[in-house]
């Protein structure tokens, strides 16, 4: 017979550093799940993603207290960041532009998060990674 689910939790967890402090801790600790255990695996299974990497995390918590995780890829704004070089994105949305971002790059980054966009081909992926990008105040430019 299959585990009851007891619930989900989402977090953005740092790939390589979780602790149990918050929001990890508290998040757990609500629901009776073994923290320690959880950050030691985690920071196993994301040994080989670059260190400080948000990585968003889908936790599944069982009837049973046991629990499974999936992360996914980091988000578009990371990404965006990476490549343009910048700590965040514009205060004024829409009114001031912080950088500049080249077509071809929002279609390798919609290539890296295809998975975990709901796209059915490469360009609504690439529209979506753009909307991201002009939300963050950056100029999208041809290349």
Request: glycine share 10%.
């Amino acid at each position: 017979m299959a585990k009851k689910i007891l619930g989900y939790i989402k977090l953005q967890v740092k790939a390589g550093s979780a602790t149990p402090s918050p929001p990890i801790g508290p998040a757990l600790g609500q629901r009776g799940v073994n923290i320690m255990g959880f950050c030691k695996e985690f920071n196993a299974r994301t040994e080989n993603v670059e260190k400080g990497t948000p990585l968003p995390t889908v936790i599944t918590v069982y009837q049973d207290k046991s629990f499974t995780f999936v992360t996914k890829t980091p988000p578009a704004t990371h990404y965006l960041k990476q490549i343009t070089g910048l700590k965040s994105g514009a205060k004024l949305t829409g009114r001031e532009t912080v950088g500049e971002v080249t077509r071809t790059q929002l279609r390798e980054i919609a290539e890296k998060k295809m998975k975990d966009l709901n796209a059915n081909d490469l360009e609504a992926a690439a529209k979506i990674i753009e909307g991201s990008a002009k939300a963050m105040g950056l100029k999208i430019v041809e290349a």
